[in-house]
Each structure stands twice: as structure tokens, then as C-alpha cells.
């Protein structure tokens, strides 16, 4: 069965980076792209960019540009989020989940990222 | 972009239906048939429930559907039952290979 296996929490000060992995299990993991999606505290889902694990072509929400940088590691299965330059409102769950159209159809448990200084 | 626009809540007695809107705009909700539809339990992992504006995964309860007419996308859950309570989101494509979330709705189950 598809997994995605999350890394665990990180609690970081604002103006630092956060790098979240997410490895994939129970599919061909060049078959699929990988989304990230986050949730500040008590707040609604933000789709945050979309990679393609086949070829690494990426595409993120505007209001990210320039501080999130999305990668894979095809030998791994392994998807990887940064984010730079931290601020207190990028405090969330941060999740990534398969894409296989579109629709984010597995997703991974989810990684806390706490920004305080 | 704007996240799209859903009920802050919705509320139900077990066995009836009930229905959960999703407006946007001719760029996303009217301009594609790409709305998909997530269950989230509390401090749980969002789950797909509906894709394609109305098709249904494997495993998810035929309970559970979806339609859509111009800008607003709707999901119906018939039958309510107690395990049905959760908040919900629908998603839409938005063109250029970007995505935008509903605000989310609450449901409840009298």
C-alpha cells in the first residue's frame, strides 16, 4: 500500500530555513508527483508547490517564490521541502502528498514546524 | 489567489443528508473539472473523498458525492453517520499548475 513517512518536528527561529523529507513506499515513485500542502494552527490548507518525482520540474504558489525550494532523491523515494528565511506565520503542519492528477490522493502523517524565537 | 469560499459550518442529524458548497470563479471552480473534495479528522492527515468534480476513490463510501454548476462545486453526504464528523475541504485546479484550497467547513453531527 502507498505510505508517505514524514520527518519529525522542528522547532526553528525566525529567519532560519526548515528542510522536511517525506519517503515514499508501495508505488513506483517516479509514477507520481509529490505536493506539499501546510496548516498553521487552528487555519484552513494552503497548497504550497508541486514537484514531478519523474523529471524534478517543480511549480510553487506565488507567494512562496524564492524561499521554498522543493527536490526528490529518485534513489531514496524520497521527497524533500525547504523553506528559508522563517517567519512566526509559517508555524504549521507541514504535508506532503501524492499527486497523480489532479487531486492529492496519499498523503504523509504530517511534520510541525514551530518558528520562535 | 483567493482560497474559495465554503460554509463555516454544517450540521446534520444521523440519516439525513446534507450539502457543503465551494464558490470560486471562472479561473478555478468554473473554468475546470478539477475539484476534489478532503475529510480531516482532528489532528489527522487530510484523506481525498472525491476527485474529478464527482468521482469517488477506491474505499471511500458511495454516501459521499460530488457535483458542480458554474463557479460553486458541491459534495452531499447522505446517510450522516456519527464518523462523518470532520471538517472538510474542497480543492480546485486553478490553471498554470497551481491548486487553491476551500476555506474549509465544519460538520456536525446532531
Known amino acids: 500500500q502507498v505510505q508517505l513517512v514524514q520527518s519529525g518536528a522542528e522547532v526553528k527561529k525566525p529567519g532560519a530555513s526548515v528542510k522536511v523529507s517525506c519517503k515514499a513506499s508501495g508505488y513506483t515513485f517516479t509514477s507520481y508527483g509529490i505536493s506539499w500542502v501546510r496548516q498553521a494552527p487552528g487555519q484552513g490548507l494552503e497548497w504550497m508547490g508541486w514537484?514531478?518525482?519523474?523529471?524534478?520540474?517543480?511549480n510553487y504558489a506565488q507567494k512562496l517564490q524564492g524561499r521554498v525550494t522543493m527536490t526528490t532523491d529518485t534513489s531514496t523515494s524520497t521527497a524533500y521541502m525547504e523553506l528559508r528565511s522563517l517567519r512566526s506565520d509559517d508555524t504549521a503542519v507541514y504535508y506532503c502528498?501524492?499527486?497523480?492528477?489532479?487531486?492529492?490522493?496519499?498523503w504523509g502523517q504530517g511534520t510541525l514546524v514551530t518558528v520562535s524565537s | 489567489q483567493s482560497a474559495l469560499t465554503q460554509p463555516a459550518s454544517v450540521s446534520g442529524s444521523p440519516g439525513q443528508s446534507i450539502t457543503i458548497s465551494c464558490t470560486g470563479t471562472?479561473?478555478?471552480?468554473?473554468?475546470?473539472?478539477?475539484v476534489s473534495w478532503y475529510q480531516q479528522h482532528p489532528g489527522k492527515a487530510p484523506k481525498l473523498m472525491i476527485y474529478d468534480v464527482s468521482k469517488r476513490p477506491s474505499g471511500v463510501s458511495n454516501r459521499f458525492s460530488g457535483s458542480k454548476s458554474g463557479n460553486t462545486a458541491s459534495l452531499t453526504i447522505s446517510g450522516l453517520q456519527a464518523e462523518d464528523e470532520a471538517d472538510y475541504y474542497c480543492c480546485s485546479y486553478a490553471g498554470s499548475s497551481t491548486f487553491v484550497f476551500g476555506t474549509g467547513t465544519k460538520v456536525t453531527v446532531l
Open positions: 502528498a501524492t499527486s497523480s492528477g489532479y487531486s492529492f490522493d496519499y
Open positions: 471562472s479561473s478555478d471552480v468554473g473554468g475546470y473539472n478539477y
Open positions: 514537484i514531478s518525482a519523474y523529471n524534478g520540474n517543480t
